[in-house]
């Protein structure tokens, strides 16, 4: 069943096309991921599925209800966690999560939230004391004190050291196993990875692909690199088969080929047979990241109005 769905969505500034006849859905108890470059169009999407900014037209609904015509209701089911928030440093955590639990007709009990946010030692700390990793903490259990069946994450780890984000992750997908739904937009692809069930990525105002993470990198992917140290050259009798397409570069060589199997076979015999040392060998197939750059760069590449 979806918790988000959009059809043919339109929306334009000053003549601009900011969102293009733009169509997805989000299902219940999901975590997807939105992705894009600035100016994809990302945030003005995110803006009219939380009911904050109107479409000029296409169809949405979001948990049912239409955001423009019934904000209330659904400001009621959703959270928000937004890249920062304005809060008061002489508050405490505490007093903080108790102010926003006030909002909400049946808010989570203070105690189980600063657990899950793993804040419950620190929930007489002032605010503006706290660390980033720790504020970011904050900000999420603002955004899940009033229970919601869905919410938005404005890039959730932007600014944090390596272990708080991690943290963050843990949370984050903790919230999901306890049934939450989870609308993500991150320009980090190895969160994205251990985030997301699905994800789409946005280009000028359109979606160039959509789909879960693996199977959008198992599509995408267009070449592997097999890559083994090298001393400033290749080896004497370095089969003649693959010395055209081998680069040797800072201590290792490299072969960029579409199927790497043929050529770790005749590698293997070549290293067995001459004696050779390929204990560095390693196979790479193109990341997450390096998808999303080239299907930016293929989509940006086209003349306006092309189709998709």
Not at 9 to 27: I, M, P
Not at 49 to 71: C, F, N
Not at 195 to 211: F, N, P, T, Y
């Amino acid at each position: 069943m979806s918790a988000i769905s959009v059809s043919q969505l339109c929306k334009s500034y000053d003549g601009r096309q900011a969102v293009q006849d733009l169509s997805f859905e989000v299902q219940k108890g999901e975590t997807f991921a939105l992705l894009g470059p600035n100016g994809a169009g990302k945030t003005t999407t995110i803006e009219i599925l939380e009911g904050y900014r109107q479409a000029d037209s296409g169809s949405v609904s979001v948990l049912g209800l239409d955001p423009e015509k019934q904000a209330a209701e659904l400001k009621r089911r959703t959270g928000l966690v937004l890249q920062t928030t304005a809060l008061e440093p002489e508050l405490t955590i505490k007093e903080t999560i108790t102010a926003f639990a006030r909002l909400y007709g049946a808010p989570r009990e203070i105690a189980a939230v600063l657990v899950d946010v793993n804040l419950a030692h620190l929930q007489d700390n002032r605010v503006g004391n706290l660390s980033g990793g720790q504020k970011r903490r904050l900000e999420i259990a603002l955004g899940i004190v009033g229970d919601p069946e869905l919410i938005f994450l404005d890039e959730p780890t932007t600014g944090l050291d390596p272990e708080a984000r991690r943290k963050i992750w843990t949370l984050i997908q903790r919230l999901n196993d306890n049934g939450s739904t989870i609308v993500l937009s991150s320009h980090y692809m190895d969160e994205v990875q251990a985030l997301a069930s699905r994800m789409a990525i946005m280009v000028d105002g359109q979606i160039a692909a959509e789909g879960r993470p693996r199977d959008l990198q198992r599509q995408h992917c267009t070449h592997s690199t097999i890559r083994f140290d090298a001393d400033g050259k290749l080896p004497a009798g370095f089969p003649a088969k693959l010395a055209p397409i081998t680069t040797v570069h800072d201590g290792h060589a490299e072969l960029v080929l579409e199927d790497p199997a043929p050529a770790l076979g005749i590698l293997m015999s070549w290293a067995e047979a001459e004696g050779h040392d390929l204990s560095s060998i390693s196979v790479t197939r193109q990341n997450l990241e390096d998808i999303y750059l080239q299907l930016v760069s293929q989509r940006q590449a086209k003349p306006q109005g092309a189709t998709p």
